[in-house]
């Protein structure tokens, strides 16, 4: 029996705004700076929210925690610049120790209040028991406390009202995307790779001596097309998509 193909992203006008959520700088360029290219392109005003800097990322690295966040927001800065965003806030939370916490859920809650977004894309807060990589302990609790930011402490008053006293209204987003887990929904980013791999390559500190990272990113997008039945030649992220009304 054939696996039933999942749909694909149709352009809807109605996104305005969109809200990244990621744990560390690159993990929006992995896995989903096609997607946002793909946004961008068409107008939206994409937002991204780092909760660390990366500060502990860099096995080789030498320099003094202060030294690695300062290189690791300047490469992000680039990266998003490459797909259309310069809008970004890091929380500065420590890398390799991110937990959620009501105080990242109303960080997270007054980022997503300031930039009222009709998207949040952020990641996975499930386990993927087949591919670790995707599931360092900072992208669950991101993805966790992203979620419970979005519902539902950005949409109620009564969440965090020293918020509403700082002037961060409510705000109720749309639909959330989950990238690092099962999708249900793909985005033919086939006409933006190039940008993705372009901000990725801004990562020097993490993937500047990486061989084949081209390869790996194209085949890597291919599977994913390949999965969600797309034609032959397409390249595509995946996410589940996360109704929130």
């Known amino acids: 029996m054939s696996k039933k193909a999942l749909p694909v992203y149709k352009w809807d006008k109605s996104v305005k ?3 990244v ?3 560390h700088p690159d993990d929006v360029d992995f896995g989903t700076a096609g997607t946002v290219a793909y946004l961008t392109n068409r107008g939206v005003d994409v937002a991204y929210c780092l909760v660390t800097s990366g500060d502990a990322g860099g096995d080789d690295s030498n320099e003094s925690r202060e030294e ?8 992000q800065t680039a990266a998003a610049k490459e797909v259309g965003v310069s809008d970004l806030t890091f929380l500065h939370w420590p890398d390799g120790r991110v937990e959620t916490t009501m105080a990242l859920r109303r960080e997270i809650a007054r980022v997503i209040r300031s930039h009222r977004p009709h998207l949040v894309i952020t990641q996975s807060p499930e386990r993927n028991y087949d591919r ?6 900072d992208h669950l609790a991101t993805g966790e406390a992203t979620l419970r930011a979005v519902y539902p402490d950005a949409r109620n008053p009564h ?3 020293e918020l509403v ?3 961060f209204k409510p ?4 639909e959330v995307w989950l990238s690092g887990v099962q999708p249900n929904m793909v985005v033919d980013i086939t006409k933006t790779f190039d940008l993705k791999y372009a901000a990725l390559r801004r990562h020097v500190s993490q993937v500047g001596s990486r061989k084949g990272l081209k390869k790996m990113m194209r085949s890597w997008s291919k599977e994913t097309a390949r999965r969600a039945g797309m034609k032959e030649g397409k390249l595509a992220e995946g996410f589940r998509v ?3 009304n």
């Open 21 to 23: 959520v990621v744990a």
């Open 68 to 75: 690695r966040i300062a290189i690791r927001e300047e490469e």
């Open 159 to 161: 969440a965090f009202p």
């Open 132 to 137: 670790i990589f995707s599931s360092h302990p």
């Open 171 to 174: 705000h109720t987003v749309d």
């Open 165 to 167: 006293r700082e002037g």
């Open 242 to 244: 996360v109704a929130t």
């Open 17 to 19: 705004r969109a809200l």
